[in-house]
Structure formats: C-alpha cells, structure tokens
C-alpha cells in the first residue's frame, strides 16, 4: 500500500467535502427515504429501484427519470445494461455521495475505463452518450 498516495487521496477528499454545498435533498440521505420515492416506479423501467436507491438517486415521479440526493445529476433513458453506479460516476465524477460510497479508486477506474460524461450540473438534466459503458 502506498501511504503517502492514500493520504493525499483522504486530504484531496476531505478538501471536496468541506467545499461541498449541502446535499440537494438531505430529507433523502437514507437509503429508506429514497426507495420510499419509488413506490408508482413503473415496472416496465429496466432498472432495479433497490439498486437506484442505493446509488443515491430518488424517483421523480415521471418517466424513468432521477435525481441523486446529494449532487442534483438528473438522468433518464435507463437501458437495460446501465450500471446505476457507472452512470452515476460517468456523469459526475465529484458528487460526495459516489465518492464516500465507492470511493475515488473505484471512480478514477470507471473513468479511465468508460470515459466521462460532461455534466452539466446547471441544466440538472444529463444528456447521456450512446457509447457503451
């Protein structure tokens, strides 16, 4: 292991959260509180709501669409091979809730792997690519 690379990556962490703004939904900080959201998810949506929950996204109540709790990344036209926690990353690599969940590895991987995904966090709505993740 190398220490001094964990530290900086814990000290590059720490100086996120502290310069995050508050979660956007805070009332859904709880894996409970966002599956609650799900309740009229229409069963046709290829996804899993217990796995949408745990990724930090709540249901908005139309279409296939949600939003994370935490950064406010909106995304919809869920295929059937996405990977909630991929999309989520790919989107927006620096939400604390992916971060502190999975980790910066796990992000900087699926990065390097996948690509990125411009977010742009000011129209909420993520445009997603047909590149395959």
């Not at 930090?56 to 935490?70: A, K, L, N, P």
């Not at 992916?98 to 996948?114: A, M, P, Q, W, Y």
């Not at 966090?121 to 993520?126: F, G």
Request: with cysteine; net charge positive.
């Amino acid at each position: 292991m190398n220490f001094q690379k964990t530290t900086s990556d814990y000290s590059s962490l720490v100086s996120l959260v502290r310069n995050q703004p508050y979660p956007t939904y805070p009332q859904y900080a709880t894996f409970t509180s966002r599956l609650k959201t799900y309740n009229l998810f229409p069963p046709t949506i290829p996804q899993n709501k217990y796995v949408l929950s745990e990724c930090g996204f709540i249901y908005t109540g139309v279409q296939d669409i949600v939003e994370c709790f935490s950064c406010g990344l909106v995304l919809h036209n869920w295929k059937k091979d996405d990977i909630p926690w991929i999309e989520h990353s790919r989107h927006n690599s620096k939400c604390i809730y992916v971060l502190l969940s999975k980790g910066n590895h796990f992000v900087e991987h699926i990065i390097t792997k996948c690509g990125r995904t411009k977010c742009n966090c000011e129209t909420k709505y993520a445009t997603r690519s047909t590149a395959s993740t």
